[in-house]
């Protein structure tokens, strides 16, 4: 059974940083790729990073290069975001999701999602 838990999500001052986790499960996660999303009130979900199944290529969102890391360890079967200098537009839900050989880093493009960890920055 297909499973993508969020981890990480906290309230946070402006400046601060988060670390999200993806913890997976029922997949081999070698053979995937993994983005995170988010989506703020009102929005609709937006791509943030993405890593292809051997990190040598990563996506990331114009509005959170140079901030966010995006890394993967498949021997634990896990994702994470690094996030640093948050800002209150940051404050999202935050998804991870897994795809086999996706074109773009957006959710269209993306099959099988977790259930979503709140960040919140505060100013």
């Known amino acids: 059974q297909w499973q993508l838990v969020e981890s990480g999500g906290d309230l946070v001052q402006t400046g601060g940083s988060l670390r999200l986790t993806c913890a997976t499960s029922?997949?081999?996660?070698?053979?995937?790729?993994i983005g995170w999303f988010r989506q703020a009130p009102g929005k609709e979900r937006e791509g943030v990073s993405c890593?292809?199944?051997?990190?040598?290529?990563?996506n990331y969102a114009d509005s959170v290069r140079g901030r966010f890391t995006i890394s993967r360890d498949n021997a634990k079967n896990t994702v994470y975001l690094q996030m640093n200098s948050l800002k209150p537009e940051d404050t999202a839900v935050y998804y991870c999701?897994?795809?086999?050989?996706?074109?773009?880093?957006?959710?269209?493009?993306?099959?099988?999602w977790g259930q979503g960890t709140q960040v919140t920055v505060s100013s």
């Open positions: 890593i292809n199944t051997s990190q040598h290529s990563t």
């Open positions: 999701a897994a795809a086999f050989w996706p074109k773009l880093c957006v959710p269209d493009e993306y099959d099988y």
């Open positions: 029922g997949f081999n996660l070698d053979t995937y790729a």
